[in-house]
């Protein structure tokens, strides 16, 4: 098995460098099962905003781009993932647990789950959106997304955003976890590729509509204007 701890400032805030990272370990990885989860009280309160703030419209596409490519590395792994939401999952956070296999939360967490971006006024890159319309309910898309709420761990269950809550929820996302490395790993692999190929694939038509319609909100004034009062929080 192999841990990965999202580990970084701001509660595993998600940065460029912590995005190569997760793609690293993934690749180094190889296939094996994998435990993604948080240090410290959070799993990941979303992407590094003061990274995203000081980007430009020359840097933003890279920076997205980035974002994208670590999406797909989580989502499409071969191996078995389990994702033990130990805290907050929030925006960026909550999309790393909905990309893995299983999702574990303690059951008297405090921890907040969702996602957050139409609140802060972010526009979803279309690969993202195709995982979060994926792996969240149909019924419950329109709440979860447009209502853009925070959820406790006990409603993040009941819109989808949670597999399961325990009392102890490292010993339970570990029994998970071996329960899919059980299996024999080429039959799971194969199996999953079945289910999620082509999940996430953007047409050059929808790629080229987020680049005339949505990237230039990214760097906008109104959107620097928001993420400036939530960092002052």
């Excluded at 993604?36 to 992407?47: E, I, Q, R, Y």
């Excluded at 419209?57 to 781009?65: C, E, K, R, V």
């Excluded at 526009?123 to 309910?137: G, N």
């Excluded at 009392?167 to 029994?175: F, I, N, Q, V």
Aim: with cysteine; proline share 5%.
């Amino acid at each position: 098995m192999k841990e990965i701890i999202l580990s970084a400032p701001g509660k595993n805030a998600i940065s460029s460098a912590l995005m190569r990272q997760i793609i690293d370990d993934l690749r180094a990885a190889a296939g094996e099962p994998v435990l993604l989860t948080g240090a410290g009280d959070a799993f990941s309160a979303g992407l590094n905003l003061k990274e995203v703030l000081s980007l430009d419209s020359t840097t933003m596409p890279a920076f997205l781009g980035l974002l994208d490519e670590m999406t797909r590395a989580l989502f499409e792994y071969p191996g078995p993932t389990v994702a033990l939401v130990n805290g907050h999952a929030i925006a960026g956070g909550c999309v790393l647990a909905l990309c893995c296999d299983h999702r574990v939360a303690p059951a008297r967490s405090t921890g907040r789950i969702g996602l957050n971006e139409v609140a802060l006024g972010l526009r979803f890159p279309p690969a993202v959106m195709k995982l979060v319309q994926a792996r969240v309910p149909e019924r419950h898309l329109g709440r979860v997304v447009l209502g853009a709420e925070l959820f406790d761990a006990q409603a993040a269950l009941e819109v989808g955003l949670l597999d399961e809550l325990s009392d102890d929820p490292s010993a339970r996302a570990g029994e998970r976890l071996a329960a899919f490395a059980a299996h024999p790993p080429d039959a799971h692999a194969r199996a999953k590729q079945m289910l999620r190929a082509g999940l996430l694939d953007v047409s050059a038509e929808e790629t080229a509509r987020f680049a005339r319609e949505d990237l230039d909100a990214w760097t906008s004034d109104a959107l620097r204007a928001k993420l400036r009062q939530v960092l002052s929080r």
